[in-house]
């Protein structure tokens, strides 16, 4: 996710509204920044690797223009650099581009072009915009080369293009990715959220899917993906600046929480055709996918939560077995390494000193190491011998939610492709992967509840978590939520370890959070929590739809379990919103916590 502005006026007042606007937008992306001037002698531009502070360092070389667009990165496809920084330019410097997005299909259009004669600069996959409007007579024709240029692209974007040659214009397209038009006096914004140029207007019109529109200083028009002419509504934001920078929402984890869906949709874009996962998309050598043997997975915290989901699904789904071991216990074990072991780090920020450290002793022991990581160019996709990114996002808060479900998605596709090269492919599991953004949406729209539940939670001292199998390995990603954020002890139990001992601490009115969605275990589950229950606890259950045995639960979260080796993603919604809602009623800083941060980069 990357945030893009655009301005265009009769006054030279485009580069002190576009930095501005980018500093509002840096929640969505802060490895580079840069901006581009439409003047009549040429586009002028500056950017720069790095957070838009480093960028304002620069931008005194700038001279003032009335027409121009910006853009802070959150990479995707080449790590953080000053040449894949964003605006690109065509190979005559007449055409900038800022890009919000994905081009799926960049590859096969760099090659297309390099034929032609276009030099690239980048190893990013935005770069093929600007080449490709230049190739459809941009710099004579900006809209019309847009149009065509338009109808090769694939993928999920939204991008902006001005030109040297028409210098009082802005063209923009819309495909999935959010992009607004701001209507000032005399001058006219685009931006990603309104939050770039609410400080100059509150009114504003929403492109749609599929959208191009051309701004002008004191005009704009849309035209949808037919090519018909359109009216969009104009809106009126009534939000206050603050608010806008977590896109309205209180705190940037409700906000991640709330925008997993999408980030699921970005995660798998690409990754499966047909009823098989596009192998070539996991950044695997075909030969190790074929080849392996066993799996080691090392992670820290809610990476490791996110890895005994990705045991449980290799181990079912292509029998082969796989060990999950935390980082700091790893790097210190003197493991022993057999030949044909697949060895797994995960870590959002791929920045973690343990999970590094383990990274680098297996490379000495002459193993294989395979990254699934959220951060283009961090030091772990960068020493480790393959990587596949989450394309989650950042993720701003402490408390990780919207990183830790697509790196189960990415266990989700590794696993199947696994079973796929063996012989075991799982068409139906494929399909339901496509419909998890739709069932996590009709999720999160169920969880009036949750709020409820947390407000009775926010009084307790201890609250345990409990489950079976895949539930178990939820149980301890809700115990680590709840307390990272709320500070009230918890802890996650296999259930069937509690009368082993853990029993003996529950009493009258002792909360235990009961995780229901694996079918062939919930009748000892159940029978689990019919034994707390009979010690007084009060039990909260997050159970699959119609699973039986919900009435020993006083309180019940039920959710959609199509098949439970791709539910995790979606029954631990409810769980990351209890530890959320609970932190707010507590008045904890939800964002923020106290002791922690974000990337523990320090043994
Ligand atoms: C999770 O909510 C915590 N913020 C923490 O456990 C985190 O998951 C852990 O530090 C690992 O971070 P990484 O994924 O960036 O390696």
């Known amino acids: 996710m990357c945030g893009i502005v655009g301005f265009v006026g009769t006054q030279a007042d485009a580069l002190p509204f576009i930095f501005d606007g980018l500093k509002r937008l840096e929640y969505r992306g802060y490895d580079s920044a840069g901006i581009a001037l439409a003047l009549p002698q040429g586009i002028a531009i500056q950017k720069s690797k790095g957070k838009i502070s480093v960028l304002e360092t620069v931008l005194g070389m700038l001279p003032p223009g009335p027409c121009g667009i910006g853009h802070t990165r959150w990479a995707t496809h080449g790590r953080p650099t000053d040449q894949n920084a964003h605006p690109h330019t065509d190979c005559r410097g007449e055409i900038a581009t800022v890009h919000n997005g994905i081009i799926e299909n960049f590859e096969e259009l760099r090659t297309e072009l390099v034929a032609l004669g276009h030099h690239f600069v980048s190893d990013t996959d935005t770069e093929v915009i600007p080449h490709l409007l230049e190739q459809y007579g941009g710099n004579q024709d900006l809209e019309a080369a847009v149009r065509k240029a338009e109808t090769r692209l694939k993928g999920a974007y939204a991008f902006l293009a001005v030109s040297s040659l028409e210098p009082d214009k ?7 990715s959010p992009l607004l038009i701001g209507l000032g006096q005399g001058e006219n914004y685009l931006a990603s959220d309104f939050s ?40 009126e934001i009534d939000w206050d600046i603050k608010q806008t920078e977590r896109g309205g929402y209180a705190h940037f984890m409700l906000k991640e929480i709330m925008e997993q869906p999408e980030a699921w949709s970005d995660c798998l874009l690409g990754r499966l055709e047909g009823e098989r996962v596009v192998v070539s998309e996991l950044g695997l050598p075909v030969e190790v996918l074929n080849q392996t043997k066993r799996i080691q997975i090392v992670a820290a915290g809610t990476a490791y ?66 990254a699934i990581t959220n951060t283009v160019g961090s030091t772990l996709s960068r020493e480790s011998d393959a990587v596949i990114y989450t394309h989650a996002g950042p993720e701003i808060a402490v408390a990780s939610t919207k990183a830790y479900t697509t790196q189960i998605l990415v266990f989700n596709l590794l696993a199947m492709a696994l079973a796929e090269a063996r012989g075991r492919g799982r068409p139906d599991l494929i399909q339901i992967l496509r419909e998890l953004p739709s069932l996590g949406h009709g999720v999160l729209e169920r969880m009036d509840p949750v709020s409820e539940m947390a407000e009775k939670l926010a009084r307790s001292r201890d609250v345990f978590y409990v489950g079976r199998g895949i539930d178990w390995a939820l149980a301890m990603e809700g115990q680590l939520k709840l307390k990272e954020i709320s500070y009230i002890h918890a802890e996650a139990y296999a259930a069937g370890e509690l009368k082993h001992g853990t029993l003996a601490l529950i009493e009258e009115g002792t909360p235990v959070v009961a995780i229901v969605t694996e ?60 530890a959320y809602w609970t932190a707010v009623a507590r008045g904890e800083d939800v964002d923020q916590p106290r002791n922690l941060a974000k990337s523990v980069t320090v043994e």
């Open 196 to 235: 770039a140029f609410l400080s100059s207007t509150r009114r504003a019109v929403a492109l749609e899917n599929g959208d191009m529109a051309v701004v002008t200083p004191t005009h704009y028009q849309i035209w949808d993906q037919s090519g018909s002419s359109v009216d969009r509504s104009i809106i």
């Open 170 to 176: 802005i063209v923009a397209v819309r495909r999935t």
């Open 519 to 578: 079918p062939q275990l919930a009748e000892k589950t159940i029978s689990n929590i019919l034994e707390v229950k009979a010690r007084g606890a009060e039990v909260w259950g997050i159970v699959a739809d119609n699973m039986p045995g919900a009435f020993a639960m006083d309180h019940r979260i039920s959710i959609p379990v199509r098949d439970p080796l791709v539910a995790s993603v979606l029954a631990v919604i409810p769980l990351q919103l209890l």
């Open 305 to 370: 939560h996110a890895g005994l989901i990705g045991k449980a699904l290799i181990e079912r789904l292509v029998r082969i077995p796989v060990v999950v071991d935390v980082a700091s216990e790893y790097r210190y074990q003197d493991p022993v390494l057999e030949s044909g072991t697949l060895v797994i780090a995960v870590s959002q920020s791929g920045e973690t000193a343990d999970t590094l450290a383990c990274v680098r002793m297996v490379k000495d022991m002459g193993g294989f190491t395979y």
